[in-house]
T-cell receptor
Framework: SAVISQKPSRDICQRGTSLTIQCQVDSQVTMMFWYRQQPGQSLTLIATANQGSEATYESGFVIDKFPISRPNLTFSTLTVSNMSPEDSSIYLCSVEDHHAVYQETQYFGPGTRLLVL | GENVEQHPSTLSVQEGDSAVIKCTYS??????FPWYKQELGKGPQLIIDIRSNVGEKKDQRIAVTLNKTAKHFSLHITETQPEDSAVYFCAAKRTSYGKLTFGQGTILTVHP
């Protein structure tokens, strides 16, 4: 299975600032995703990070607020811009591993715990 | 789109008992159903998954069953241990469609 690391693991930020979260995978993967998990809640997909093109955002999430980069097949960043306390969440990087045709499996990183004051 | 309902939201058992968590899904085209365990302060960890060409899959104390006709699938944990205490999430998707839809999560507490 893919090994995923995220930086930072946690941060406390002031409102109005921005934070960039990094995601590194130990192998090349086609699909990378970013999720948000608000306190005590389930996982919500923010966007799919596409290598070499703009990310695909889910309803309710916009590029100006959550810009994403995907420069290669092992790395992606998510920026949370102009933060407010409502952005306090766990942000999770996820990758899809295609070990066989129609046999993909999705793995998650350890998460970045963000608190906005 | 897909909708996944998960029950119960909390489950408390004694060590050694069995635990069952159930999920229903709405999209009859979904054919991949993973289960994740999330411990406090960690990311979700895949513990078992099932694809629609099988009805049951087992891995030691953990098993998952799938009923495609009724559109529901369940996680079974036998001989529970305190280290099984965590939040468990079910999910569903269509293979190669790219998007997992998650249930709301179940907080499992195993009392020694």
């Amino acid at each position: 299975s893919a090994v995923i690391s995220q930086k930072p693991s946690r941060d406390i930020c002031q409102r109005g600032t921005s934070l960039t979260i990094q995601c590194q995978v130990d192998s090349q993967v086609t699909m990378m995703f970013w999720y948000r998990q608000q306190p005590g809640q389930s996982l919500t997909l923010i966007a799919t990070a596409n290598q070499g093109s703009e990310a695909t955002y889910e309803s309710g999430f916009v590029i100006d607020k959550f810009p994403i980069s995907r420069p290669n097949l092992t790395f992606s960043t998510l920026t949370v811009s102009n933060m407010s306390p409502e952005d306090s969440s766990i942000y999770l990087c996820s990758v899809e591993d295609h070990h066989a045709v129609y046999q993909e499996t999705q793995y998650f990183g350890p998460g970045t715990r963000l608190l906005v004051l | 789109g897909e909708n996944v309902e998960q029950h119960p939201s909390t489950l408390s058992v004694q060590e050694g008992d069995s635990a069952v968590i159930k999920c229903t899904y709405s999209d009859s085209a979904s054919n991949y159903f993973p289960w994740y365990k999330q411990e406090l302060g960690k990311g979700p960890q895949l513990i078992i998954d099932i694809r629609s060409n099988v009805g049951e899959k087992k891995d030691q104390r953990i098993a998952v069953t799938l009923n495609k006709t009724a559109k529901h699938f369940s996680l079974h944990i036998t001989e529970t241990q305190p280290e099984d205490s965590a939040v468990y999430f079910c999910a569903a998707k269509r293979t190669s469609y790219g998007k997992l839809t998650f249930g709301q999560g179940t907080i499992l507490t195993v009392h020694p």
